[in-house]
């Protein structure tokens, strides 16, 4: 395990293959079947208290959990190229991109 990231009921590991593994309870991102398919290569997560985010390799981002804490990035997604870091607060994410902009949700 690289990495272990906690919501308030559930929590995501970065395995040393870059997969991810969550459990605990769904309504705080314990289930991320929903995006299991693009969670390869994941470099880092980060969690709001009911949500979580992991920024990949290639720069973009996948999210889930709770949409009203962050779980749902669908409306910025297409500006979620070239991220370099990603930040939490307790019901929002920011991602920093390379060109120093900075996308919220």
Known sequence: VKQ???SGFAFAAV???GS????????????????????????????????F?????DGSVATWGSSAYGGDSSEVQDQLRN????????????????D???VTW
């Open 20 to 51: 991810v593994v969550t459990w605990g309870n769904p309504r705080y991102g314990g289930n991320s079947s929903g995006v299991q398919h693009r969670l390869r290569s994941v470099h880092h997560i980060e969690a709001t208290s009911c949500a």
């Open 4 to 6: 272990v990231q906690a």
């Open 83 to 98: 991220v370099l870091q990603l930040r939490a607060t307790e019901s929002a994410f920011a991602a920093v991109l390379a």
């Open 15 to 17: 395995l040393d293959s």
């Open 53 to 57: 985010a992991a920024l990949l390799a």
């Open 100 to 102: 120093g902009s900075v």
